[in-house]
């Protein structure tokens, strides 16, 4: 024990205690500071040029619509999968047993960028191999498989995410207490008024906030429809970004602009999300009220933003 | 037989895989009567009771309600159309309440007239009556998360006696119930004995109820109908060990 280790120990003490009186959000929100400011002086040093960001962020924007659009249709044909796969999976009918149990392993087995490239440039040539091989099929039949790239991005979105909900909307069906259906089965309800009126409306209440996740994941990978080559006038943000990015030269500002596209969406949406999220547990559990009140205490909290991939 | 049988259970046995736990009971509920049903956890008391209305599939043996006569075993397409018919004249009031957490008190009771496709107007009156009968009446606009254990099992009956029903099944109505509120949910019960002359099956410990509503009580032991008299044979003069032992535990 030498006295200078003490006094060291003793100013870290006073420090430490110093610091347990600054509230903790603040420090993380002081970290953040200095993580942007980080990235501030890098690019500063990387010559970024924000000038040329300025320039070209209407043209990158322009492509949010397309960007949307894929993303709402995608998830709405994946909403539609996943209820008819959900229903599937726990009914007793073998064949729609089966055919949801192929669908599910199929999509979750194999890589979206594989399935967008199945649907865009393996299908057609099977429309025109069977216009060849059956006579009987209607004119036009060998064109028929042909998917524009952001139709066929769109519908192997939907697909590949339909297969991972179906999961989850099983899983929030099944969630919902036994006695729920034996009291509808009681009651003479029909099978489908059973689900319609008790059983799927106390589902979703478990299924709607992993499906803003999926949302959320999914308008990211609307950029891996930008791999088809869409035509530059219906771009979404990503084949946009990499358009201009490469003509003038400048895919670091391109890249960290589409990104910051990407980024501050996804704080939206989750924000959203957690919104909806609070009003849907209403009228269920008395511990809402409480857990009502405290997040109205700590609105802002921070979040990592993004769901799951 | 009588014309005015309303439940026949004949030959019923149900297995759980291996396990056999109603070993071939044959009871018949005539119209008005109150039975009581009782006997410790595992002697098939419930099960029965939930093979009436097929929440449980009979393994062996035939359900008559209301005219309406089923065989257990495999459910074909017709068979599951023929149980829901059969299952709009029985009532049941589960031990867990199941009432609807995403509908309404009011809402809860309409639930059966309005899937049977009933006009909304007079459904909406009687259902208001059904809520004033069991005394909860200025509930009909919250949802049942908000009222106690005995009012959620209140409004389960109401929600039950919607269907108007021929028979009423109570499933240990009062189990999950503390102490103070099961008064409130027995001489609700009670009630529809005296003033409806409703034909009820009640799966019970309650032996007070048993003693002052029931006509005639069923003890259980090992899948079976070990001993049946009215309430003052069984309850004061019990035949067999088994029920002699099973009151002294619940008196």
Not at chain 1, 274 to 280: A, D, F, T, V
Not at chain 2, 53 to 59: G, K, V
Request: aromatic content about 8%.
């Amino acid at each position: 024990m030498t006295p200078v280790s003490d006094t060291l120990s003793d100013t870290w003490e006073r420090v430490q205690l110093a610091s347990a009186r600054v509230p903790f959000r603040l420090k993380v929100a002081a970290v953040w500071v200095v993580l942007f400011a980080l990235l501030a002086f890098l690019g500063n040093a990387a010559q970024f040029d924000t000038q040329w960001i300025r320039d070209n962020l209407r043209y990158i924007l322009g492509g949010l619509r397309y960007t949307m659009v894929i993303a709402v249709s995608g998830i709405a044909l994946a909403i539609v999968l996943a209820l008819l796969g959900s229903l599937a999976r726990i009914s007793r009918n073998p064949v729609a047993y089966g055919v949801a149990g192929f669908y599910v392993s199929f999509f979750r087995g194999t890589p979206l960028i594989v399935q967008m490239y199945l649907l865009y440039l393996a299908l057609p040539p099977v429309g025109r191999n069977l216009a060849l091989e059956y006579q009987w099929l209607p004119d036009g039949f060998d064109q028929a498989l042909v998917l524009d790239a952001a139709t066929a991005g769109t519908i192997a979105l939907g697909l590949n995410y339909g297969a991972y909900m179906t999961e989850i909307f099983r899983a929030g069906i099944q969630s919902v207490a036994g006695g729920q259906g034996e009291a509808a089965d009681a009651l003479g309800m029909t099978y489908s008024q059973k689900m319609r009126k008790v059983v799927l409306p106390q589902a979703f209440r478990v299924i709607i906030p992993p499906t803003g996740n999926e949302f959320i994941a999914m308008m990211k990978d609307t950029a891996l429809v930008s791999f088809l080559g869409v035509t530059a006038a219906s771009a979404e943000i990503f084949r946009r970004a990499q358009l201009v990015g490469k003509h003038d030269f400048k895919n670091l500002e391109a890249y960290v602009a589409v990104a910051l596209v990407y980024w501050g969406l996804t704080v939206l949406f989750t924000f959203f999300q957690s919104r909806l999220e609070k009003r849907i547990g209403r009228g269920y559990d008395r511990a809402h009220v409480a857990r009502a009140m405290q997040a109205a205490g700590e609105q802002g909290q921070p979040h990592g933003g993004g769901g799951p991939g | 037989m009588s014309a005015d049988v309303v439940v026949r259970i004949a030959g019923l046995h149900k297995s759980f895989g291996h396990l056999e736990v109603v070993r071939g009971v044959d009871m018949e509920i005539q119209r008005g009567e109150v039975v009581v049903i009782f006997g410790r956890s595992g002697s098939g008391k419930s099960t029965v009771l939930r093979c009436v209305n097929f929440i449980e599939d009979p393994t062996e043996g035939s359900i008559e309600v209301s005219g309406i006569r089923l065989q257990g075993g495999y459910r074909t397409r017709r068979k599951r159309e023929q149980i829901r018919q059969l299952r709009l004249h029985v009532g049941m009031v589960f031990q867990q309440f199941n009432l609807f957490p995403n509908m309404t008190v009011l809402d809860n009771v309409l639930c059966a007239p309005r899937c049977a496709g009933e006009s909304t107007a007079e459904v909406t009156k009687r259902a208001k009556e059904l809520l004033d009968r069991v005394g909860l009446a200025d509930k009909a606009g919250e949802h049942p998360i908000r009222l106690s254990g005995g009012q959620q099992q209140r409004v389960a009956i109401a929600r039950a006696l919607a269907m108007e029903p021929d028979v009423m099944l109570f499933d240990e109505p009062t189990s999950a119930l503390d102490p103070e509120l099961t008064g409130e949910v027995l001489s609700v019960m009670k009630s529809l004995s005296t003033d409806l002359h409703m034909t009820m099956m009640v799966v019970t410990h309650e032996m007070g109820f048993a003693r002052e509503v029931a006509d005639r009580m069923a003890f259980f032991h090992e899948g079976r109908i070990l001993e049946e008299g009215t309430p003052k044979e069984l309850i004061e003069a019990p035949r067999h060990a088994e029920t002699r032992a099973f009151l002294d535990a619940v008196l």
